[in-house]
């Protein structure tokens, strides 16, 4: 049985936290704890949260940052304390419940059945059978803006961005969240990087070691924050991501392209 933290980043979420599902939502073979992590809100979040923990203290704990730094800044406080309190599986999620909470058992069914295996990621991939509900300029953004991501971490992923992921606690993830991100929105780019770049040190490929996971359901819950002006902020992070970390990244094009 492992112990699993789902770290879930708040900011401004008091209207539309589906608090009754994370007080119901148990794993079947592991232990689950939920780390809500509150971003500095400015509306009524930090009392909701504090409400909601006290429904269960022994599974769902909250960590309240004062100022707000970022979805990006408040995931990587959380996974970090969630290495300190022993976690041994750590991920995190968005609070609307966009990808519903059950996929969570689909993500550690992976750690538990492949050793060899240390990341998953969520990916919303709209097949027959599935839904994935998201609206099109937003689907058509995001595929170009992965594809540009892929072809810059030299790495064939389909979605980075879809909030929710897990990880196998190991030496590798303490470092990779000590640092913080340049980027509020596309952190989970630079996590790629970091990670690609911690195991190319150990002569192991990141491509290796990481499963996407297509979700059953996914739903592009209303009440988003996101503007087009953090979609065109997203662009110039890339950019910026791919010259500070051109260490790692333009050895791994050379030798895709060799
Ligand atoms: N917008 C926003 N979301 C934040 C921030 N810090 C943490 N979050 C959380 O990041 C997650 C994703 O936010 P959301 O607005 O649903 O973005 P989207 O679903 O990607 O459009 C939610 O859990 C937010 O509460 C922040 O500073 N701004
Ligand atoms: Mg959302």
């Given at each position: 049985m ?12 008091a ?17 689950l ?5 509150d ?7 930090r ?45 995190y ?6 990808t519903?909470?059950d ?23 709209r097949?027959l ?15 170009a ?18 909030g ?10 303490g470092?990779v ?21 911690r195991?190319e040190?150990r ?8 499963v ?17 002006f953090d ?16 260490g ?11």
């Open positions: 492992a112990r699993v933290v789902l770290v879930v980043p708040c900011y401004n979420e209207s539309r936290l589906p608090a009754d599902e994370f007080v119901r939502f148990r794993l079947a073979q592991d232990e704890r939920v780390l809500f992590v971003d500095g809100s400015t509306d009524a979040t009392e909701v949260l504090a409400e909601l923990c006290a429904r269960d203290p022994a599974r769902l704990e909250l960590l309240a940052l004062d100022r707000n730094g970022g979805k990006g800044e408040a995931v990587r406080r959380g996974v970090l304390h969630a290495l300190d309190t022993g976690a041994e599986w750590v991920g999620w968005d609070a609307d419940l966009a519903p909470l996929e969570l058992e689909r993500f550690c069914a992976v750690l538990r059945e492949e050793p060899a295996k240390d990341v998953v990621f969520g990916a919303r991939v097949l059978g599935r839904r994935i509900e998201r609206k099109l300029y937003r689907h058509l953004y995001g595929r803006f992965v594809t540009a991501v892929s072809t810059m971490l030299a790495l064939p992923i389909y979605d980075t961005q879809c929710a992921k897990l990880f196998r606690g190991g030496a590798e993830l470092p969240f000590a640092e913080p991100f340049l980027s509020r929105w596309i952190f989970d780019v630079e996590i790629l990087a970091r990670l690609a770049g195991y040190a002569g192991v490929e990141l491509a290796d070691r990481l996407e996971v297509p979700l059953r359901r996914w739903t592009d819950v209303a009440g988003s924050k996101i503007t087009s979609a065109a902020r997203a662009a110039a992070e890339l950019l910026r991501i791919g010259r500070v970390y051109r790692v990244l333009a050895p791994r094009r050379r030798r895709r392209h060799s």
